[in-house]
């Protein structure tokens, strides 16, 4: 049972609750004019403490497609955080005006404290760079989608995994299904951080490998998940230098890959895809985008328990 739930990390649903909201978001592709005037009378918040595009948008996309009214602010400037009010308070107010809320905050932790005082649905948007547990809902989506599955796959993770709160939370989520094992590629200073190496992946004795170089890998993988490098995170410019072009995926670098690959991206992209790669039938980051917004059409109508 769904409804009344908050979501804060992609662990807080069982394997069995997340295929319920994978079957309703086919169900609203295969059929949306059944669903957009069902959360009529519904409000939405967004509360965004931090940019987004993907999940804010999407978000609001997703109840206004459900017939639903959205409220909310993208910069907590405009709103009374300027005046230096608490979370806390923050939340408590909204939930007096608004039936479901979704919130980015830069703080890590900052949505698992705010579930204490928010009496309607919080859905972390992304915390930090700890979890992003909607990207992840819309990544196993698209995994799905794209695979059949979600056991039995190699998934290379390829960037920045140590900041890269996507990651983390597809690492944790994808770590409970059979016969899943990971290859890490990044920067050694750009590993993922202990406590998914320790607590998750070992933990789970989960196979994974961490290397430097994605041209060494590409062959062995069913999913390349890519993410941002970002050149201010290197601890040298020598070292950016020497790797920043083994995280461009080319279709020169692709010839290796496997046809059936699934190139998934959570977006925003820099230049770690490069743009010849969109037309490739293995780049699946754009209809992730899309994804996106019909998983949290599901998400929100199961935890307003909206039938
Ligand atoms: N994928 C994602 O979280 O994108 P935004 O930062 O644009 O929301």
Request: glycine fraction near 6%; charge should be negative.
């Amino acid at each position: 049972m769904l409804k009344g739930r908050h979501l804060v990390d992609p662990q807080d649903f069982s394997i069995q609750e997340l295929e319920s909201i994978f079957e309703l978001t086919q169900e609203i592709i295969n059929k949306p004019e059944d669903f957009n005037s069902i959360c009529h009378g519904k409000i939405l918040s967004t509360l965004f403490y931090e940019p987004s595009t993907r999940t804010r948008f999407s978000f609001e996309a997703a109840m206004l497609r459900l017939g639903g009214g959205v409220i909310g602010f993208s910069e907590p400037g405009s709103s009374s955080v300027a005046k230096g009010e608490s979370l806390a308070d923050t939340l408590r107010t909204v939930a007096a005006y608004a039936d479901i809320i979704a919130m980015r905050h830069p703080n890590e932790g900052a949505p698992k404290h705010g579930i204490k005082y928010c009496p309607v649905p919080l859905i972390n948007g992304g915390d930090g760079g700890h979890q992003h547990p909607t990207q992840t809902l819309t990544d196993l989506f698209t995994i799905l989608e794209s695979k059949g599955r979600l056991d039995n796959l190699t998934i290379g993770c390829c960037g920045d995994l140590k900041f890269g709160r996507t990651v983390h939370s597809l690492i944790k989520a994808m770590s409970r299904y059979e016969n899943v094992k990971f290859i890490l590629v990044s920067p050694k200073e750009l590993q993922v951080p202990d406590y998914i190496r320790t607590e998750i992946l070992e933990q789970r004795n989960i196979q994974f490998q961490e290397v430097e170089r994605l041209e060494e890998v590409i062959d062995q993988m069913d999913i390349l998940y890519m993410t941002r490098v970002q050149k201010e995170r290197f601890f040298n410019e020598a070292d950016y230098v020497r790797l920043k072009d083994s995280y461009i995926v080319d279709l020169k670098k692709l010839k290796d890959a496997k046809e059936d690959l699934a190139i998934l991206h959570p977006l925003p992209r820099v230049n770690e895809i490069a743009i010849e790669v969109d037309e490739d039938p293995r780049a699946w980051y754009f209809r992730q985008v899309k994804n996106g917004m019909f998983v949290r059409m599901g998400l929100i109508l199961k935890l307003l328990g909206v039938k």
